[in-house]
């Protein structure tokens, strides 16, 4: 299994690339909220809204999911591939059914 934290301009961009990654069967369920980003450009400290889109998935989806926000948006965004260690059982159940397994990436 894999996680993506990716982050977006606004939960429009989250909703529509979500759903599109549910509709391609890149992902089985993936989940957007709002944050604030502070970070340093051009030697200032900027604050602002910022949207995390976290994709639940199988092992094998990067390239194409990166290829599908890149539809959706026109900008450099985080994209960041986490691996968890120890999921539920019942969970993996579901994702194994829904999202086809592949053997590499």
Known sequence: ????????????????????LLEEKLAVCVNWFPITCAYIWQGEITEEPEVVLIVKT???YRHEIEKLISQHINYTN???E???TNIN???LAW?????AIRYSD
Not at 1 to 8: A, D, F
Not at 95 to 99: G, S
């Open 1 to 20: 299994m894999k996680l993506y934290y990716i982050t977006l301009n606004n939960t429009d961009e989250a909703r529509q690339i979500g759903r599109a």
């Open 89 to 91: 059982d019942k969970f």
């Open 58 to 60: 199988q092992a094998g």
């Open 78 to 80: 985080f994209i960041a």
């Open 82 to 84: 986490i691996s968890p």
């Open 95 to 99: 994702l194994n059914a829904e999202v």
